[in-house]
T-cell receptor
Framework: ETGVTQTPRHLVMGMTNKKSLKCEQHLGHNAMYWYKQSAKKPLELMFVYSLEERVENNSVPSRFSPECPNSSHLFLHLHTLQPEDSALYLC???????????????FGPGTRLTVL | SQQGEEDPQALSIQEGENATMNCSYKTSINNLQWYRQNSGRGLVHLILIRSNEREKHSGRLRVTLDTSKKSSSLLITASRAADTASYFCATDAVTSGSRLTFGEGTQLTVNP
């Protein structure tokens, strides 16, 4: 148990569906992250929120839309996804250091997404 | 190529043996971190080593950092079957802003 929870753990959706992934951290951290992990590829950073403001948007297609309503919650809204978007989506949080230094990140268990 | 590349890609050893994994990177860093991932699960942070440190220990883990060679190694001593997992290095590059860059990982299998 890392203090970061994600729901749902598994999600199967069609290309025309709209769904949302939820992440919650119970660690009092000030930064939250969405990552995508596909088979045979390195972990890809999608979005970074620091103090509830988006500070990184790593050229992610607009069919992925993040939302950070407060420092403990992070959402990833999905719409009109493609089969190649099937992957493990991981949320993480950390306490951001001085001058943007990235400290250890605590990961949730992930959402296994399958797009049919 | 990718900042943070692990070597080897896969490693298979017997219980009780030591396992060494290496990581190379390309730019100046604030710190380098090692993570572990059991199949299909989230990553677990193992150890963080800052750019001004050369070696760190945590239990059966030993991490070294050579900033002149831009490389790091993770040593797991007296391995156990439960150490079977993927191990990733991640770098916090000086110019990267609020991000870590992960390598492709080393898949470690420890046979009982």
């Amino acid at each position: 148990e890392t203090g970061v929870t994600q729901t749902p753990r598994h999600l199967v959706m069609g290309m025309t569906n709209k769904k949302s992934l939820k992440c919650e951290q119970h660690l009092g951290h000030n930064a939250m992250y969405w990552y995508k992990q596909s088979a045979k590829k390195p972990l890809e950073l999608m979005f970074v929120y620091s103090l509830e403001e988006r500070v990184e948007n790593n050229s992610v297609p607009s069919r992925f839309s993040p939302e950070c309503p407060n420092s403990s919650h992070l959402f990833l809204h999905l719409h009109t996804l493609q089969p190649e978007d099937s992957a493990l989506y991981l949320c993480a949080s950390s306490q951001e250091g001085v001058a943007g230094v990235v400290n250890e990140q605590f990961f949730g268990p992930g959402t296994r997404l399958t797009v049919l | 190529s990718q900042q943070g590349e692990e070597d080897p890609q896969a490693l298979s050893i017997q219980e009780g043996e030591n396992a060494t994994m290496n990581c190379s990177y390309k730019t100046s860093i604030n710190n380098l971190q090692w993570y572990r991932q059991n199949s299909g699960r989230g990553l677990v942070h193992l150890i963080l080593i800052r750019s001004n440190e050369r070696e760190k220990h945590s239990g059966r883990l030993r991490v070294t950092l050579d900033t002149s060679k831009k490389s790091s190694s993770l040593l797991i001593t007296a391995s156990r079957a439960a150490d079977t997992a993927s191990y990733f290095c991640a770098t916090d590059a000086v110019t990267s802003g609020s991000r870590l860059t992960f390598g492709e990982g080393t898949q470690l299998t420890v046979n009982p």
